[in-house]
């Protein structure tokens, strides 16, 4: 079974900051990888899919790269609403989601 | 938009059933393959089953194979999840999601487009 690990499992940064989140699968899932964010309390949120294609909708500081094993999640320039847990998922086989990665206020 | 609303969900005892209902809106139901994923307290996202737009395929992760069962109703643009045999660990918030599929450079990818807000399900005595 393919196993989803995200790096780190949280970060403290500060407005403005770039930051990167990091997803490896544990066997080549080509570019089956979607990333999504989550508030407390709310349902997650899609931002990412094919591992670069931005949602409709989500600003532009979001990107994504990766192809195989290895994919990250970038915010170019963290603003006060992105404070938030960050999940990838795959959907090569059943779909499974990385355990998350927790963005708090340095 | 979209819309999607989760009922249902509540206490109930180990070894206990309970029905979710996921009311959909604004889509075109019966076009759409729909899942549920669940979140325990506290803890990450986890894919639960699927269902195709016609109801000819569905699937079920592990954990909750030959326990849960989905299906849809398309004349009420309705998915549903019977749970049995109700364990402590499937306490958590249930979502209902709408899948989209998109070609993206010659291959289908799959992913959850849109989120219901969730209903909670609680297994406790």
């Known amino acids: 079974d393919i196993q989803m690990t995200q790096s780190p499992s949280s970060l403290s940064a500060s407005v403005g900051d770039r930051v990167t989140i990091t997803c490896r699968a544990s066997q080549t899932i080509s570019t089956y990888l979607n990333w999504y964010q989550q508030k407390p309390g709310k349902a997650p949120k899609l931002l990412i899919y094919a591992a670069s294609s931005l949602q409709s909708g989500v600003p532009s500081r979001f990107s994504g790269s990766g192809s195989g094993t290895d994919f990250t999640l970038t915010i170019s320039s963290l603003q006060p609403e992105d404070f938030a847990t960050y999940y990838c998922q795959q959907s090569h086989s059943s779909p499974l989601f990385g355990g998350g990665t927790k963005v708090e206020i340095k | 938009e979209v819309q999607l609303l989760e009922s249902g969900g509540g206490l109930v005892q180990p070894g206990g059933s309970l029905r979710l209902s996921c009311a959909a809106s604004?889509?075109?139901?019966?076009?759409?393959?729909m899942s549920w994923v669940r979140q325990a307290p506290g803890k990450g996202l986890e894919w639960v089953s699927d269902i195709s737009g016609s109801s000819g395929n569905t699937y079920y992760a592990d954990s909750v194979k030959g326990r849960f069962t989905i299906s849809r109703d398309n004349s009420k643009n309705t998915l549903y999840l019977q749970m049995k045999s109700l364990r402590a660990e499937d306490t958590a918030v249930y979502y209902c999601a709408k899948e989209e599929a998109t070609m993206v450079r010659g291959v289908i990818i799959y992913y959850f487009e849109y989120w219901g807000q969730g209903t909670l399900v609680t297994v406790s005595s």
């Open positions: 604004r889509f075109t139901f019966s076009s759409y393959a």
